[in-house]
């Protein structure tokens, strides 16, 4: 019996689901939490028997007799971090806060970016910023204006090749940015809030099916963009000079120090062929301009193909 | 019974062909149960080593390699480390002996390969220990705890200084002068485990004589109290049984070390179970001779419950009844192997008002070893 089956057979609901190149079991015994997991990967490919399900993530009830008041719920995963039990109504939180985790100790095939990522004719922007920068606001903006979103939280970056791998998970919204792309995706395509999460509300919006059914597909990368949303400031543009966007990405890799030498390799590559810009902007649509005229840009600009190994 | 996925792991790293074939959810129980282990870099070696590694799936190889890489870096850690302790200690011209995890990379041990260097520990003369504390001060490491019960704990009791950790690179430094607490019943001769050191080559450093380090496994393993990574620590003891067995001198060495240090007992559990687990080659006589040692019934049947049902559920998500049950009574019995009754009490009397009083001590607790 595996441990699928015997999660099941405790009468507990787990699922394999598929993001990008990662299969997740998933896990809970608890019904509302199950429900609405279900609904979010609804578009992913689950279940597959042909798939080796990576990491496990699962949530349940702290204890007992904290059902009656005040109910709790745990994070446990493969890979255990410094998870606070949270508030029964956050399930979904504590899931892609488990499945964020997994992959940002456990994977090192990729070179891995906190970075959001969308792809046009092959090629593709990456979005690098810390939480609050607005990143995954961007990205969901751009995948729901023709981009096709590779993914909102990690990019993967392939060492031998240097392309990007899709990731294309549901994209985390904070607060106002729920309410901005509320008016641009269709309002099937959201969970509902998640309120009194860590940073404050959450939203979830899954992205348009085309990101998931073609998650399979790499780009390869043409730009890094830096962007930093500032209400009331002027669109503006900065080229970032290589050793600078470098220390940047560094900061923003979680695996960049364990890959070593092939990491240094790899980051040096997509920095020889992508030139790295700041942007700052003031609204979701200027953002959208700013980003267009970086693409012809960084299409303008013959870029370097040496690569480092 | 059926076979947990320890036992589906234990399985596969004893003949690594039976994986070929087997369904991927299957596969994906072994290598879980493998990474909590900290033993996926070692299946991995033994995939690659029996020529099945080509055999088996995209996802299944790129998962283990995920664990190579890591181990990778954790060894070039281990080198950078122990260089650096080496150097802070030079002054003092003592013998800097690598324990465990380091001493199996740095000296290419079969045991190192795929086997992730963890925290530095080192092995030194008792007589350097205050020398060594200020010198290593002195290059940057400080120690973890700052409760004055903790220290007194570890210098009174303990077979090492407390816990160090380097102030800009984190990483954690255990100084030992023995390899069982000094309250513990059985006395290891730790001049003998210094005497009889092999240096490694150019390095300064030194690594324990082959009987020692399995002897200091096996001790590790079986006095320890929490059982952490119980199979990847038997693992250890197959790996190095393994390669040190080829020399036919080192059995009898192994059974004389074993008188010397006081630790008949733990070398015939190591044994038992290594064999038992991943089916080690040991001489017949080697066998009987240490079998020797082992408890009699219905003790022994006790003690194989328990060992057997950890090794069992190792590296499970889910601590079962059984499991939990088995760990708890483990961790009592580490508990008396390592204090007379009295000085067990007073010090279990002294943590649970520490922890009841709250606080601060909450902080260090997951770090202080009762």
Known sequence: ?309 | MAETPALLLCRLLRTPGDGLGLPPATWSDALRCARREGLAGVLAGRLRETGVWDRLSMQVRAILEDAEIAVARSHVVAGWEARQARAALKPLGCPVILLKGSAYALAGLHAGRGRAAGDLDILIPRSYLGAAEAQLQEAGWSFVHTDSYDMHYYRAWMHELPPMVHGTRGTELDVHHTVLPLTARAKPDARALVRDARPLADSGLSILAPADMVLHSAAHLFHGGDMVKPLRNLWDIHALLTEFGQSPAFWPDLAERARLHGLGRTLAYALRYASRLFGTAIPAATMSEAAQALPAQPLLWLMDRLFLTTFRHAGAAEDGTAAYLAGLLLLIRSHWLKMPPLLLARHLWTKWRRRSVGGQHRVVQSRTPA
């Open chain 1, 1 to 309: 019996m595996t441990a699928g089956e015997a999660l099941r057979q405790r009468g507990w609901r787990a699922m394999t689901v598929r993001v990008g190149p990662i299969d997740y079991r998933l896990a809970t015994p608890v019904e509302t939490v199950w429900r609405e997991l279900s609904a979010l990967y609804r578009d992913y490919p689950r279940d597959d028997p042909q798939h080796c399900p990576e990491f496990e993530v699962s949530v349940r009830l702290t204890s007992w007799w904290r059902r009656f008041a005040r109910p709790q719920i745990e994070l446990r995963a493969d890979i255990m971090g410094p998870f606070a039990p949270l508030p029964a109504s956050l399930g979904q939180v504590a899931f892609e806060m488990g499945m964020n985790y997994q992959l940002a100790m456990g994977l090192n095939r990729y070179l891995l970016l906190h970075a959001s990522a969308v792809e046009r004719e092959g090629e593709c922007v990456l979005f690098s910023a810390e939480s609050g920068s607005g990143k995954s606001t961007l990205a969901a903006g751009l995948a729901y204006a023709g981009w096709r979103l590779l993914g909102d939280e990690f990019a993967l970056i392939e060492p031998r090749t240097g392309l990007a791998r899709p990731f294309p998970r549901p994209i985390s919204l904070k607060n106002r940015s729920i309410d901005v792309m509320m008016e641009r995706a269709p309002a099937e395509r959201f969970s509902r809030r998640y309120t009194g999460a860590p940073k404050g509300t959450l939203g979830y919006l899954l992205p348009p099916s085309d990101a998931i059914s073609r998650m399979s597909e790499p780009a390869r990368p043409r730009c890094v963009v830096f962007p930093k949303f500032q209400p009331d400031s002027t669109p503006a543009i900065r080229r970032v000079p290589v050793a600078e966007a470098h220390i940047l990405l560094v900061a923003s890799s979680t695996n960049y120090q364990t890959l070593g030498e092939a990491g240094f390799r790899a980051m040096a590559n997509l920095l020889d062929a992508c030139p790295a810009y700041a942007i700052t902007y003031p609204s979701l649509d200027a953002a959208t301009r700013l980003v267009d005229q970086v693409w012809q840009d960084s299409g303008a600009q013959a870029p370097a193909r040496r690569r480092h190994g």
